[in-house]
């Protein structure tokens, strides 16, 4: 059975930046395209960020890019979410994600395995 468990959620002024970390067990890490989204209060989950197995590749959603950076340390069985120049409309609550499926995956239906997920609020 595997596990994701996210951490590094807080809160933060616009403008600051946050670490999101992400923990997977149960399983090889590097047989996982990890992805991350978030949902925020009365919205549906969307998607923010995906990699690859290897990690040589990565993708973000739009409203993130220039900003987020994901990556991943197939060493320490670890996921990482660089957040910087933080908006408010990037409050959420952010959720690790695993497919056992190739490539760089950007919808929720490929990703088998979840967190519980992190609160990330961005005050103005």
């Known amino acids: 059975q595997v596990r994701l468990v996210e951490s590094g959620g807080g809160l933060v002024q616009a403008g600051g930046s946050l670490r999101l970390s992400c923990v997977v067990s149960g399983r090889t890490f590097s047989t996982y395209a990890m992805g991350w989204f978030r949902q925020a209060p009365g919205k549906e989950r969307e998607f923010v960020s995906a990699i690859t197995r290897s990690g040589d590749s990565t993708t973000y959603v739009d409203s993130v890019k220039g900003r987020f950076t994901m990556s991943r340390d197939n060493a320490k069985d670890a996921v990482y979410l660089q957040m910087n120049s933080l908006k408010p409309e990037d409050t959420a609550v952010y959720y690790c994600?695993?497919?056992?499926?190739?490539?760089?995956?950007?919808?929720?239906?490929?990703?088998?395995?979840w967190g519980r997920g992190t609160q990330v609020t961005v005050s103005s």
């Open positions: 994600a695993a497919s056992s499926m190739l490539g760089v995956l950007t919808s929720a239906r490929y990703f088998e395995s």
